[in-house]
C-alpha cells in the first residue's frame, strides 16, 4: 500500500507540474499567438499550415515509437537508449535531407514561391528535435516533471519573445518561423545541459532488435494519426485558398492550445504510471477510470466555455481580418470534448497490448475518417470542420471499445463517470448562455470577464452541490500537493 500511495502522489504532483507547466505555457502562447496574429495575414498563417503537417509527420518518424518503448520497458539498458540515440540522429538528418530537396516542388504544387524559402528553415526543427528525444524520455521515465516543464517553460517564454520582436518589426511569416525554431534550440541546450546521459555505451543491437515490432507498430499507427490529423488542411490549401486555411488553422491552433496542454500533462504523467501498476489488475481499471473522469472534469468545462464566449474573445482581442475564424472555432472546440478521452483509451492499449491491435485499429478509424472527408472536403471548410467532430466522436467510441479487451472498463462504469460531468458542463453553458441576454449593453471586455465568472461560479457550485467524485477527487489531489509543499 505504501508503495501505491507513494505513486500515486507522484502522479499527483506530476501532474500538477505538468499543468502548471502547460497552463503557464498555454497562457503565453495564447498571448503570443494573439499579438503575432494581429501583425500577419491569413495566408501567412496557411503557409506554416501546410509546413506543419511535414514536421509532424518527420517527428513521428524521427521517434518511431521508441522512446514510448524506453518508457514502457522495465529495466533499459544504457546500450537501448543508445541505439535509439543513433537511430533519431540517423533518421532526423536523412528526413530534413528529402524534405529541403523537395520543397520546391511542394512551392510549385501550392503555387506560393515563398515555401521554398521557409522550408529549409522551419525542418531544422527536425534534427534539433532528434538530439534531445532521450533525454526527455529519461525524465519522463524518473518522473522528474518540475525539471521537465521548467525547460518547457523557458523555451516557450524565448521563442514568444522571438515572435513578437520579429512580428513588430515586419519579418510576417518569418516570425511564426524563429518561434518554431528557437523553441527547439532553447529546449534542446537546456535538457542536454540539465540531463547526465550522454550517448557513450556501446549500442545494444539484440535488445534493439527486440524492440523493433512493438516500436514500428507504435509508429505505423501515430503516423497515420498524425497524417489524418493534418491531411484537411492540405486539402483546404490546395482545393480553396490560403486565406481560408488561415483561418482554419488559426482557429484549429487556439482550439489545441488547451486540449493539447491539457493531454500533455495527462498523458505524460499516466503513462508511465500506468505502466508501473500493469499487474495490478484492480488497481489498473480504477486508476484508467480515475484518468478519464479528472480528463473530462478539466477538458469539458474550458471547451464548452471557449463556445459560449468565442465572439467575444476574437472581438476583443483579434484584429477584424480573423473574426471570419469564430465559426471554425466554435465547431472544431467540439473535437475537444472527445479527444482527450479517446487518448487515455489509446494509452491503456499502448501500455497493455503488443501494438498490433493499435496498427488495425487506426486503419479502421482512418477508413472512417478518409470517408467523412470524401463526403466534407467538395463542400465547404465549415463542413470539413464539422467532419472533424464526427471523426473524433467516433475515435473516442473505438479507442474505448478496443481497450476493454486489455482493461474490464463497463460501459455503464464509463458512462456513469462522464454523465455527472456532462451534465455540470451543460449547466454552466446554459447559465452563461442566459446571461449573455442580459449583457448586450456592456462593453467587450466587462462581458467577457462576467461570462468566465459566471461559468467558474456554477461549475464550482454545482459539482459541489452535486458531491460529483470528479470534484472531490480535484480537491484531494490538490491538497495533497499543497501539503507536499
Request: charged share 15%; glycine share 4%; aromatic share 10%.
Amino acid at each position: 500500500m505504501a508503495k501505491e500511495q507513494q505513486l500515486r502522489e507522484r502522479v499527483a504532483s506530476g501532474v500538477a507540474w505538468s499543468i502548471g507547466e502547460k497552463v503557464g505555457s498555454a497562457l503565453m502562447q495564447i498571448a503570443v499567438s494573439i499579438i503575432v496574429a494581429n501583425e500577419l495575414m491569413p495566408m501567412d498563417m496557411g503557409i506554416m499550415a501546410i509546413l506543419t503537417v511535414f514536421t509532424a509527420l518527420a517527428q513521428v518518424v524521427v521517434d518511431s515509437g521508441f522512446s514510448q518503448m524506453l518508457i514502457r520497458k522495465q529495466q533499459p539498458t544504457e546500450g537501448d537508449f543508445r541505439a535509439v540515440f543513433l537511430f533519431n540522429i540517423i533518421t532526423a538528418f536523412a528526413l530534413y535531407a528529402i524534405f529541403t530537396a523537395c520543397s520546391p516542388l511542394l512551392a510549385r504544387f501550392y503555387g506560393w514561391p515563398i515555401l521554398a524559402k521557409v522550408a529549409p528553415v522551419l525542418f531544422l526543427i527536425i534534427p534539433l528535435n532528434a538530439v534531445c528525444v532521450i533525454q526527455n524520455t529519461i525524465m519522463v521515465r524518473e518522473f522528474r516533471f518540475a525539471s521537465l516543464s521548467t525547460i518547457i517553460f523557458v523555451a516557450a517564454l524565448v521563442s514568444g519573445i522571438v515572435a513578437v520582436a520579429m512580428a513588430l518589426n515586419g519579418y510576417g511569416v518569418w516570425s511564426l518561423v524563429g518561434q518554431r525554431v528557437s523553441q527547439m534550440v532553447v529546449k534542446a541546450v537546456l535538457l542536454w545541459g540539465t540531463s547526465n546521459w550522454r550517448p557513450k555505451a556501446k549500442c545494444n543491437d539484440s535488445t534493439f532488435r527486440e524492440m523493433i515490432p512493438y516500436s514500428m507498430r507504435l509508429m505505423g499507427t501515430d503516423l497515420i494519426n498524425s497524417l489524418y490529423n493534418n491531411i484537411s488542411q492540405l486539402f483546404i490549401g490546395r482545393i480553396y485558398s490560403a486565406d481560408a486555411l488561415g483561418f482554419f488553422n488559426q482557429a484549429q491552433k487556439l482550439k489545441d492550445m488547451p486540449v493539447t496542454s491539457t493531454m500533455q500533462s495527462i498523458q505524460s504523467v499516466t503513462f508511465p504510471a500506468l505502466a508501473k501498476i500493469n499487474d495490478n489488475e484492480e488497481k489498473f481499471i480504477d486508476s484508467y477510470r480515475r484518468v478519464v473522469m479528472l480528463t473530462a472534469y478539466i477538458i469539458f468545462p474550458i471547451m464548452v466555455g471557449l463556445i459560449s464566449t468565442a465572439d467575444d474573445i476574437y472581438t476583443l482581442l483579434l484584429k477584424p481580418q480573423w473574426h471570419p475564424a469564430v465559426p471554425y472555432f466554435k465547431t472544431l472546440c467540439l473535437v475537444g470534448l472527445f479527444y482527450p478521452i479517446a487518448a487515455v483509451s489509446y494509452n491503456v492499449l499502448k501500455v497493455r497490448s503488443n501494438g498490433a491491435i493499435i496498427l488495425r485499429l487506426e486503419i479502421l478509424k482512418k477508413l472512417i475518417m478518409t470517408l467523412i472527408l470524401v463526403a466534407t472536403i467538395p463542400q465547404s471548410v465549415m463542413a470539413i470542420a464539422w467532419g472533424l467532430v464526427a471523426a473524433s466522436a467516433s475515435e473516442m467510441i473505438l479507442n474505448y471499445v478496443a481497450s476493454r479487451r486489455y482493461a474490464s472498463l463497463t460501459v455503464w462504469d464509463f458512462v456513469r463517470t462522464l454523465l455527472p460531468i456532462a451534465i455540470v458542463t451543460a449547466v454552466m453553458y446554459g447559465a452563461i448562455m442566459f446571461e449573455a441576454e442580459w449583457l448586450t449593453d456592456w462593453s467587450v471586455g466587462m462581458r467577457l470577464a462576467m461570462k468566465i465568472l459566471t461559468g467558474v461560479v456554477v461549475y464550482i457550485s454545482a459539482s459541489a452541490a452535486m458531491r460529483m467524485e470528479a470534484f472531490a477527487e480535484a480537491l484531494t489531489i490538490a491538497r495533497q500537493i499543497l501539503s507536499r509543499k
